[in-house]
């Protein structure tokens, strides 16, 4: 089962809540999202990389850059959802989600993504994603930093903005991990993920990985220490430009 078909897709969203128009700034001579896309295709994991966008602007300027880019709906309430409705009519197996404002992709974490699905011969495993581990106080207690807690085998329990585990007795006997929004789907998960409707918990706490965990679905977890590097806000741009220096 070796000969799966891996694509990756890259949203690129133009509005930003804390940055708008982020991935069209400079880096190195060219638009973030276009940095991001060449690092991607440059680790050679892929058959096919593209770039889904929702915006004019961004399509023009990347078929400028000779980009393999889509339109998606920008109607879209989660990557999940447009990242689907771009892959429905790709043949493949699995679809990674590149993020578009790191440039600084990081090959190994991708290739330990994409190692799941090849060991999973019996196709238990619907996602694979990355957590890191956290130990200082406010990186676990802020809400921004979203939370997962897994199983012996590194699948996924739930994941919060809380600080989850809670230390009843003020001291806690698992590490804490702190998720990393990269996904490897299974293409049918994906796909199902979109006719799903969205329940309580994926609500409450407006994380769309629990809508999978909800409906029964596997996310298989795996460690990492490279948190990657990405663009939010205009300190991030500046030391992303020291960086590519």
Request: with cysteine; hydrophobic share 40%; net charge negative.
């Amino acid at each position: 089962m070796n000969n799966l078909k891996i694509i990756a897709v890259i949203p690129a969203r133009y509005a930003s809540t804390r940055f708008p128009a982020k991935l069209v700034q400079d880096l190195g001579g060219k638009p973030v999202v276009v940095q991001t896309y060449v690092a991607t295709v440059a680790t050679q994991l892929f058959d096919e990389v593209l770039v889904a966008t929702d915006h004019p602007i961004i399509f023009d300027l990347l078929k400028q850059h000779n980009v393999n880019v889509v339109m998606s709906s920008d109607s879209h309430e989660s990557g999940s959802d447009r990242i689907a409705e771009v892959i429905e009519n790709i043949n493949c197996d699995i679809v990674v989600n590149v993020q578009g404002d790191e440039p600084f992709v990081n090959k190994e974490n991708l290739e330990s993504l994409i190692g799941i699905f090849k060991k999973d011969i019996e196709q238990k495993i619907d996602l694979a994603s990355l957590m890191f581990e956290i130990n200082d106080l406010e990186t676990i207690n802020n809400p921004n930093n979203v939370k997962v807690v897994v199983d012996q085998n590194l699948k996924a329990l739930y994941f919060s903005r809380a600080a989850i585990p809670f230390p009843r007795d003020g001291k806690s006997y698992v590490p804490y991990y702190q998720h990393i929004g990269v996904y490897a789907y299974r293409k049918n998960a994906l796909l199902d993920f979109t006719k799903w409707e969205m329940k309580g918990l994926e609500a409450t706490e407006k994380l769309e990985q629990l809508r999978y965990l909800e409906y029964g679905r596997t996310i298989q977890m795996v460690l990492t220490n490279h948190t990657g590097v990405g663009i939010d806000t205009k300190e991030d741009l500046d030391k992303a430009r020291l960086l590519w220096k």
